[in-house]
C-alpha cells in the first residue's frame, strides 16, 4: 500500500485560479458555457464532465466554508448571514441550471461510448437527481437549507452553571463521570431542564420542517416524505421492510447484550436503582478516564495514534493540522456535535467537534479522523460525483478506525488499567448505540408517515419507541418529562433527516472489518484503503466486497456479529 497525505488543491482550468464566488452573476457565465458547449463526441464529452465538475468542487467548497465558520461561531451574524445568502441567493439558482445540465448529459450522443463500469453510479445518481428534481420545490429546499440551521444556533446557545461556572452541555456531561453521585444527578437535572427550556421552540421549529419536507415530497409525486427521501439519499440496495427487519433483530439480538452491560454497571456501581446519571460512573475508588486535556493534546496523540495503526493515517492528520483544518473543543457560541466536512477542491477535509476530556471524545476525533482519510483516499477521483460515496460505506470509515485503533490507545493511557477500561468503554459503546439507532430510525419513519401530526401524538408515539426498546435496568421513574422530550437532542432528526440507520448498517461493517484485523492486520487495512479510494465509482454492494465485507444487515448477520463482540468483552473482563 502507498498512499499519499501530501494532498494537492485541484487545479483550476475551465474557472479562473483567481476567481471567488460573491454572487450569482459572476457565476451563472460558467453555467451558460456548459450549457453552449458542444459534447457530441466521447472526448468533448469527457473534458466537459470534467469542466463541470471543476465548477461543482469550486462552488461546494466554498459553501462548505460558509458552514464551518458559521457552525465554530454561531453567535455572529455576519456568518450566518453569508451562509445564509448563498442558500438563498445562489444556491437556487444553481438547480436550475444542474437539472438541465444532467438533461444535456442524458441526451449526448457520445453517451453510450463511455465506459460503462466506470460511470454506472455517475449516471446512475445523475438520472435520480433528475426523476427528483421540480422548479415548485427549489424555495422549499432553500428555505430548509436555512431552517435546519437554526437548531445549532438554538442548542449551541445552551449552557449550564456548576459550582458557580457556566458550562456548553458538552463540557458540563464532564460530571456525569463523577463519583460524587449526588453531583451526577444535579448536573443530570440541569442538562435536562436545560433542554427543556427551549422545548417549545425545537418543537415549531421541528414542525415547520416536517411541513415543508412533505410539500417537497408531494411536489416530485412521492405518497410522502419517507419514499422520497429514500430515493434522494440513493438507498438503492435496501429497503423500508430491512430497516424494519433492523429494528426488530436489534430487540432480539442486542437488547440482551445491552441489559447484561447495564446489570453489570449496576453491580460494580452496588446501587439499588441504576439512574441515567450512572451510566458513566466508575465505582468507588476509580477516577473517570483522563485521556486528554487540551485539544492539541488530543490531536497530537491522535495522530500518534494513527501513525502507529499506519503512517498514512497519522500523515492525513498532520497535514489537516498544517493547514489549521480543525476546531476540536467545545466553547461558548460553538454549535453542538461533530463532523468531518469533505473539502471537494482543496481535498483535506476539516473536523469539527465539541472535546471536553472525555473517553467518548477519543472516539469522536477517531471516527472523524477515519471519515478524513476517506476524503483523502477518494480525492485522486477525476470527477466530483465520483467522490460521493454511499453514507453507509461513509460510515464504514469512520466506525472501523475506532476498532483499529484500540491496539495503540496506550498513547492515550499509561495506566494499564485505564486502557482496559477504554476498551471496554469502546466495546460497550459499539453495542449500546444499536437501540438508540434503530429508536430514531424508527420515529422517523412514523413522523413523515403521519407529517400532521399534533406534538401531543409525536410525545406518545416517541415514548411508545423507547419502551419498545426499553433495556429493563435503566430506572427512568420520575424523569418521564425529560424522555419524551428526548429526541430534541438528537440533531440529525431536524439537519439531515433519516441519515441515521446508515450509523447501524455501517457499525455492522466496521465490526466485520475488526473481525478481518483480528486475523490479519495488514490485509484488514489493505482492504479498508482499497475499499475507500473507490469513493462513490461502486454500487455499495460492490464497496463492501472490495472491503472484504459482505452487505448483509440480517438479523442472522447480527447475531453472528453480536456473539464476536460479547465473546471479545469477556475477553478483557
Known amino acids: 500500500m502507498n498512499y499519499s497525505a501530501d494532498i494537492q488543491k485541484i487545479k483550476r482550468t475551465f474557472i479562473p485560479e483567481s476567481y471567488t464566488l460573491t454572487d450569482w452573476e459572476s457565476l451563472e457565465p460558467y453555467f451558460k458555457l456548459l450549457m453552449e458547449r458542444d459534447i457530441s463526441t466521447k472526448e468533448k464529452l469527457e473534458q466537459w464532465l470534467k469542466d463541470q465538475s471543476e465548477l461543482e468542487a469550486a462552488i461546494n467548497e466554498d459553501s462548505c466554508w460558509r458552514q464551518i465558520k458559521m457552525t465554530c461561531d454561531t453567535q455572529n451574524k455576519e456568518l450566518e448571514e453569508s451562509f445564509n ?57 432553500a428555505e430548509l437549507s436555512v431552517l435546519q440551521q437554526q437548531y445549532g444556533q438554538i442548542t449551541g446557545a445552551m449552557t449550564v452553571e456548576v459550582d458557580g461556572k457556566e458550562y456548553t452541555l458538552q463540557q458540563a456531561a464532564k460530571f456525569l463521570e463523577s463519583k460524587d453521585r449526588s453531583k451526577r444527578e444535579e448536573v443530570f437535572h440541569k442538562i435536562q431542564q ?64 445491552v441489559s447484561d452491560i447495564y446489570k453489570k454497571k449496576k453491580a460494580a456501581l452496588g446501587v439499588e436503582e441504576f439512574k441515567p446519571w450512572d451510566i458513566e ?7 473517570p478516564l483522563h485521556p486528554f486535556k487540551t485539544g492539541q493534546e488530543l490531536l497530537q496523540k491522535s495522530i500518534d495514534c494513527f501513525n502507529q495503526l499506519h503512517p498514512f493515517f497519522g500523515a492525513c492528520l498532520s497535514k489537516m493540522r498544517e493547514l489549521k483544518h480543525l476546531d476540536l473543543e467545545s466553547r461558548m457560541g460553538k454549535a453542538p456535535g461533530g463532523y468531518n466536512c469533505p473539502l471537494a477542491e482543496s481535498g483535506a477535509p476539516f473536523i469539527f467537534m465539541n472535546a471536553a476530556g472525555q473517553m467518548h471524545d477519543v472516539t469522536t476525533m477517531l471516527h472523524e479522523g477515519g471519515h478524513a482519510v476517506h476524503s483523502f483516499l477518494a480525492h485522486h477521483l477525476e470527477l466530483s460525483g465520483f467522490k460521493e460515496y454511499p453514507m453507509e460505506i461513509a460510515e464504514v470509515a469512520s466506525m472501523t478506525m475506532e476498532l483499529f485503533t484500540m491496539d495503540y490507545w496506550d498513547v492515550f493511557f499509561d495506566n494499564e488499567e485505564d486502557l482496559k477500561r477504554a476498551k471496554q468503554h469502546q466495546l460497550e459503546r459499539t453495542i449500546t448505540i444499536f437501540p438508540w439507532i434503530a429508536i430514531i430510525d424508527k420515529f422517523q419513519h412514523w413522523i413523515y408517515q403521519n407529517p400532521s401530526h399534533t406534538h401531543e401524538e409525536r410525545t406518545a408515539n416517541w415514548q411508545l419507541i423507547l419502551k419498545e426498546f426499553y433495556d ?19 440533531l440529525h432528526l431536524f439537519e439531515v433527516p433519516f441519515y ?11 465490526i466485520g472489518m475488526w473481525m478481518q484485523y483480528k486475523k490479519n492486520k495488514n490485509g ?15 454500487t455499495l454492494p460492490e464497496l463492501y466486497k472490495a472491503a472484504g465485507l459482505t452487505f448483509d444487515f440480517s438479523p442472522d448477520k447480527i447475531k453472528e456479529l453480536m456473539d464476536f463482540v460479547r465473546a471479545e468483552m469477556q475477553a478483557l473482563a
Open 524 to 538: 484488514a487495512i489493505e482492504n479498508y484503503c482499497n475499499a475507500l479510494s473507490l469513493g462513490g465509482t461502486k
Open 281 to 287: 460512573a466508575q465505582p468507588e475508588g476509580i477516577e
Open 85 to 141: 445568502y448563498f442558500c438563498l441567493q445562489i444556491q437556487p439558482n444553481i438547480q436550475p441550471y444542474a437539472d438541465a445540465l444532467n438533461k444535456k448529459l442524458l441526451a449526448s450522443p457520445a453517451l453510450n461510448e463511455l465506459d460503462s463500469e466506470k460511470y454506472h453510479t455517475y449516471l446512475r445518481n445523475v438520472k435520480k437527481s433528475i426523476e427528483l428534481f421540480k422548479e415548485e420545490n427549489i424555495p422549499l429546499q
Open 500 to 510: 441515521y440507520i446508515e450509523y447501524g448498517i455501517a457499525q455492522l461493517g466496521a
Open 194 to 257: 436545560r433542554r427543556l427550556q427551549e422545548k417549545d421552540k425545537l418543537n415549531e421549529l421541528f414542525d415547520k420542517l416536517v411541513a415543508i419536507r412533505d410539500t417537497e415530497s408531494k411536489n416530485a409525486g412521492f405518497d410522502n416524505y419517507r419514499s422520497y427521501r429514500f430515493k434522494e439519499l440513493g438507498r438503492f440496495d435496501y429497503t423500508q421492510e430491512d430497516c424494519y427487519a433492523f429494528h426488530e433483530a436489534v430487540k432480539l439480538h442486542v437488547l440482551p447484550l
Open 472 to 490: 429493563d435496568v435503566i430506572d427512568y421513574t420520575g424523569l418521564e418529562t425529560y424522555r419524551g422530550n428526548a429526541w430534541q437532542r438528537q
